[in-house]
């Protein structure tokens, strides 16, 4: 069955996250036989993901998103009538990702599905996003910020 899959830009340095990002776009597409790529991130972060997207892939580009709440937010208008919904990041990521989408459109969140990849190609990156979220959490927790 054809899924939507959205992949958030990266404003890191890192070109490697949004490669790998990419990468997991690009099998799910094919395991899932198609779909759409949703782009979204400011600054040309959707704009280098579209150029490592998979040739002839259907593409639709958010370009103005600054925070993972925002790829959501911004991009709603795109996933409108998804049937499966995929968000390509580390497991981490994707569940805060997918709390915010809770907030937003709780029917969109209950379409979401994991996107393809095993521990031995995705070890690395749910740990650095581990990391990256204890992190955050404890910035949220002395700033006394929600998100």
């Known amino acids: 069955m054809p899924v939507t899959i959205l992949v958030p830009g990266y404003g890191g340095r890192f070109g ?7 990468g997991v ?5 094919s395991d899932h036989g198609g779909g759409r790529l949703v782009l979204s ?6 704009e280098r993901l579209a150029a490592l997207a998979p ?10 998103a600054r925070s993972t709440f925002e790829n959501i937010e911004k991009s709603l208008p795109l996933l409108a009538g ?6 390509a990041t580390d497991r981490f990521h994707r569940r805060r ?6 907030e937003l459109d709780p029917e ?3 379409r979401v599905v994991d996107p393809d990849y095993g521990w031995r190609t995705g070890w690395w990156m749910d740990s650095a996003g581990a990391l990256y979220e204890a992190l955050v959490r404890a910035q949220r927790a002395l700033l006394g910020r929600q998100r």
């Open 97 to 102: 990702a997918v709390r915010y989408l809770r």
């Open 41 to 46: 991130g400011h600054r040309g972060e959707a």
């Open 82 to 87: 998804t049937a499966q919904l995929v968000i």
């Open 55 to 64: 040739p002839h892939a259907e593409i639709s580009i958010e370009s103005s």
């Open 25 to 29: 776009a690009s099998k799910t597409l």
């Open 16 to 22: 490697v996250v949004e490669r790998w990002r990419m």
């Open 108 to 110: 969109m969140a209950a």
